[in-house]
C-alpha cells in the first residue's frame, strides 16, 4: 500500500509539473505575442487636404447693378477684384477675380476677339523680362490642370488686334481676390467655364 500509494504520488506530482509546464509555456507565449502586438503601429493613411474654399464674398453670385452697360457686357472692376456680367432688369452675375500687379493691368474697352477651351500659354517677352524665371516656359505650355490660363479662357481685342490681356482660368485659385498677374483677369477654373458659356466672341468688356 506504501508503494503504492508513493507511486500514486510521484504520478501526481509528474502531472502537476506538467501541467504547470504547460501553463508556464503558455503564458510566456502570450506574453512573447502581446509584446509584439504593443509595438505594432498601426499607420493611417493621410487624410486629403478639404477642398479650397472662396471667401464668401468672392463667390459667383447675382447681384444689382447700377452700372449704365448694355446686357452681355462683361465688367472688371479692378480696385473691387470683381467682375460682372451684365444682365436684363439691373442685375448682374458678380465673380471674383485676381488682377494684375500695379501698372500691369490693363484697362479701357475691348470686345472679346476669340474664346479657348483648355489653352496653351507662352508668356510674352515683356513678361521674361519682368520675371526671368518664366524663360522656362519661352517654347510655350500646353493646356492642361497645370496650365497657369486655366480651364478657358478669352482674348480681349482692340480694334481688330490682340491686346495680350486675356480673361482665364487658374490653377491657383487662393490667389483670387489678389493682385498678382502680369496684367491678366483670372477667375477660378469653375467660374470661367460658366462665363465663357454665356459669354459669346465679340461681346463687348470695359475694365476699369
Known amino acids: ?5 508513493d507511486v500514486v ?22 506574453l512573447m505575442v502581446s509584446g ?12 486629403p487636404p478639404p477642398p479650397f474654399q472662396l471667401a464668401p464674398e468672392l463667390r ?38 485676381a488682377v494684375g500687379e500695379e501698372g500691369l493691368t490693363f484697362k479701357g474697352r475691348a ?9 496653351s500659354w507662352t508668356p510674352t517677352a515683356n513678361m521674361i523680362k519682368r520675371k526671368p524665371h518664366l524663360a522656362k516656359y519661352a517654347a510655350g505650355v500646353p493646356g492642361g490642370e497645370n496650365n497657369p490660363l486655366g480651364a478657358r479662357a478669352l482674348y480681349l481685342y482692340r480694334n481688330g ?9 487658374t490653377n491657383e485659385p487662393w490667389l483670387i481676390g489678389t493682385a498678382v498677374s502680369n496684367g491678366c483677369i483670372r477667375l477660378t ?20
Not at 500500500?1 to 500509494?5: I, L, N, P, Q, S
Not at 509584439?36 to 487624410?47: H, I, L
Not at 477654373?189 to 476699369?208: F, Q, S, W
Open 1 to 5: 500500500m506504501v508503494v503504492g500509494t
Open 9 to 30: 504520488g510521484a504520478a501526481g506530482k509528474a502531472n502537476r509539473f506538467g501541467i504547470a509546464r504547460r501553463e508556464l509555456v503558455l503564458g510566456c507565449l502570450a
Open 36 to 47: 509584439c502586438a504593443s509595438r505594432r503601429k498601426v499607420v493611417e493613411a493621410p487624410s
Open 60 to 97: 459667383r453670385q447675382r447681384v444689382a447693378y447700377y452700372g449704365t452697360e448694355e446686357p452681355g457686357t462683361i465688367v472688371v472692376n479692378v480696385s473691387e477684384r470683381f467682375l460682372y456680367f451684365v444682365e436684363e432688369d439691373g442685375m448682374a452675375t458678380r465673380y471674383g477675380v
Open 111 to 119: 470686345k472679346i476677339g476669340r474664346k479657348a477651351e483648355w489653352p
Open 161 to 169: 488686334r490682340d491686346t495680350m490681356f486675356r480673361i482665364h482660368g
Open 189 to 208: 477654373n469653375e467660374d470661367i467655364i460658366d462665363l465663357y458659356e454665356r459669354t459669346p466672341t465679340g461681346a463687348p468688356v470695359l475694365v476699369i
